[in-house]
């Protein structure tokens, strides 16, 4: 595998005025059946048409549309400049961008690229579009690079890195309460081509141009065509009992607040699950995140709430994983 081979995208990071839009970032899917318009800012029709034709196969198993156009307002917005590189912003990150710039590029995509090439690029951008990571910074990922030689060969063509960017887009990890996630998975779609030279010399990851199995089915959990029914839970109630009875289920619950102050979402029993605290009055907004905080394998959170209505996330810390818990909210004593 050749220097010159080693095309890839990097983060683009949108950079927040103020530390209460930071809590966005914590979020970036899109609301599961949406419909989001697209419109292509330059590029040639053909290659226009095969960007269209490639992004629809997330459709087939996201309950997500795409909606292609000239619509000045499109949520996703795609240009084809050489320089910088190929990218897309990370799902509704995109909102946060003026509508006269790019939210997605393709730096090297040309009518004589082949299909293979458009397969690879294409989808994974458009991951990116939806909320999907890079795989390699995978919170649970542990590839051995060597990373000498890795900062070596992103300083030279084609992609011309500092440390600082290598360090950004290679090495750094999300955190397991920043993202939902499956098993590390070396086939998805969301993962680079990995030569053994750039790491112990035995790991190595080849060209994935197609979306792995693992893809489609944390996408269709991600963005189900099943809306997830939410349950009521009382500040101070006994616990409640849940089940995650299915591989890749995700439970929601919601309380309301009407006194500010310190409460305590947490869950027990023997299943290993975590927890996401979003409000107030929003699905979205992420006010805190945990795995494993609580006696055991038990998440909780503990947060200062304004008056509002709160929603909790809870999922299984494996993507196969199943079993009964219980969840309970309180004030902190």
């Known amino acids: ?8 995208c990097f983060d683009r990071v949108w950079e927040p005025a103020s530390a209460e839009e930071m809590a966005l970032l914590e979020n970036t899917l899109w609301k599961p059946g949406a419909t989001l318009r697209v419109r ?18 997330w459709c087939e198993y996201a309950n997500i549309k795409f909606n292609f156009g000239s619509d000045p307002d499109a949520e996703i917005r795609i240009s084809f400049k050489a320089d910088p590189g190929s990218w897309s912003y990370l799902g509704n990150v995109a909102l946060a961008i003026p509508k006269d710039r790019p939210t997605m ?17 294409v989808l994974h951008e458009f991951g990116h579009a939806l909320g999907c990571i890079h795989e390699h910074q995978h919170p649970t990922a542990g590839i051995p690079w060597n990373k000498p030689e890795v900062y070596r060969r992103y300083a030279g063509p084609p992609n011309f890195w500092s440390t600082e960017k ?26 680079y081509p990995i030569p053994k030279q750039l790491t112990d010399g035995v790991f190595e990851v080849g060209w994935n141009r197609q979306l792995s199995e693992t893809d489609k089915s944390y996408i269709a959990t991600i963005y189900s065509f099943e809306l997830t029914p939410v349950v ?29 102050g310190a409460y305590v979402v947490e869950t027990e029993g023997t299943t290993d699950v975590m927890i996401g605290l979003f409000g107030p009055d929003s699905r979205a907004q992420l006010v805190a995140g945990d795995d494993d905080s609580g006696r055991g394998l038990n998440a909780r959170v503990i947060a200062d709430l304004k008056p509002g209505d709160y929603f909790v996330r809870v999922h299984h810390y494996s993507k196969l994983g199943t079993g009964k818990y219980t969840i309970s909210v309180r004030a902190a004593t």
Do not use: C
């Not at 029709?45 to 992004?55: D, I, L, M, N």
């Not at 999300?174 to 998805?188: E, I, K, L, R």
């Open 1 to 8: 595998m050749s220097n010159e081979e080693l095309h890839i």
């Open 232 to 260: 009521e839970l009382m500040i101070g109630a006994a616990p409640a009992s849940a089940d995650i009875g299915q591989q890749g289920e995700e439970d929601l619950f919601r309380f309301r607040v009407l006194t500010q």
């Open 166 to 191: 290598v360090d950004f887009n290679l090495f750094k990890k999300y955190s397991a309460d920043q993202t939902q996630f499956s098993a590390f998975d070396t086939a998805s779609i969301m993962l």
């Open 105 to 121: 590029n393709y730096g090297w995509l040309k009518p004589e690229t082949s299909d293979e090439e458009y397969l690879r690029v």
């Open 40 to 57: 292509f800012l330059d590029g040639m029709p053909g290659v226009q048409a095969k960007v269209e034709q490639v992004a629809r196969q």
